[in-house]
């Protein structure tokens, strides 16, 4: 029997963020206009959180599949490296947790409405196919903008919408930071693995447009993320506060500092690590002052 530890290790813990950090900040812009419903919060929540760890496995499963995760390579949860898990273990539990999050989705959609599934049935379409089959998305070049759209926006959207039930345009170029942040994850691992992509037939953006266009536009996903947020706060679309979110800067410039310097995989790693740390602290900050803003 596969131990709990074990399956918690599966889904990458570390990368949840990623599926928190969107919902979190929906519902507190949804602040601004109504109470917050908690049920409901913690339903969006948790089916966010089991849509990714599936899509997490799955990505796993394939992955090892397509010969992108070999023996001793940097891949997020090593459980089939370490025999932890079989492959087959390793998609089942996957798609148990797509069933789980579905199960929310359906619950959401009979609560709030069925526009819930106009978003929720598009993430899990891509989450799956994100690396399922020869037409999948990551290895296709459309990974960056697949993660930016799920993760980065219609997370944020779906969680704003199931607490008003309206959906506002300025929500989509709100949760911009967020997608940028998200596309700077996947891009920094595409820049840790350019020249292993290419062995496998793996198309990235990274791939297409070389290292140093990969470069570029590793500088323009990081800072680009601050210049968005300081012209939202100036056009009154986001609170004054919001710009806390600035004090994470240092972690960027470090992040984008070992990607200028070098193209040794695992000093990337580290720029890797960095930008999920980003993702999170940049986020969490954001929370905090959006609150903040709203709540004076």
Same mark, same amino acid.
């Given at each position: 029997m596969i131990s709990p530890k074990t399956?918690?290790?599966?889904?990458?813990?570390?990368?949840?963020?990623a599926s928190i950090i969107p919902v979190l900040f929906g519902t507190i812009l949804a602040m601004k206009w109504t109470e917050i419903n908690w049920g409901i919060f913690l339903l969006t929540l948790a089916g966010a959180i089991f849509m990714q760890c599936g899509t997490n496995l799955v990505n796993d499963y394939f992955d090892y599949k397509k010969g992108a995760d070999q023996p001793g390579s940097l891949s997020p949860s090593g459980v089939i490296d370490r025999k932890e898990m079989t492959p087959v273990q390793v998609h089942i539990t996957g798609l148990i947790f797509f069933a789980l999050g579905s199960i929310i989705g359906l619950i959401l959609a009979s609560l709030t409405g069925s526009f819930i599934l106009y978003i929720g049935i598009p993430s899990l379409l +891509?989450?799956?196919?994100?690396?399922?089959?020869?037409?999948?998305?990551?290895?296709?070049?459309?990974g960056e903008f697949a993660s930016g759209t799920?993760?980065?926006?219609?997370?944020? +959207?779906?969680?704003?919408y199931v607490q008003t039930l309206t959906v506002h345009w300025e929500t989509v170029l709100i949760s911009l930071p967020n997608a940028f942040l998200i596309m700077a994850i996947l891009h920094a691992n595409?820049?840790?693995? +350019?020249?292993?992509?290419?062995?496998i037939n793996k198309i990235t953006i990274a791939g297409l447009i070389g290292k140093k266009g990969a470069r570029i536009e590793y500088y323009i996903l990081m800072l680009g993320t601050y210049i968005i947020l300081l012209l939202l706060v100036i056009a009154?679309?986001?609170?004054?506060?919001?710009?806390i979110a600035i004090v994470s800067l240092p972690i960027a410039l470090k992040a984008v500092g070992i990607a200028a310097r070098t193209w040794e995989p695992k000093e990337l790693n580290k720029?890797?690590?960095l930008t999920a740390m980003l993702h999170l602290g940049f986020g969490l900050l954001l929370c905090i002052g959006t609150f903040i803003g709203i709540s004076i």
């Open positions: 399956v918690l290790a599966s889904t990458r813990p570390f990368s949840l963020t +891509i989450g799956y196919f994100y690396t399922a089959t020869r037409y999948a998305l990551a290895y296709n070049g459309f799920t993760l980065g926006v219609l997370a944020v +959207i779906g969680s704003y595409n820049l840790r693995d +350019i020249d292993t992509d290419k062995l009154s679309l986001l609170p004054a506060w919001s710009l720029a890797l690590g």
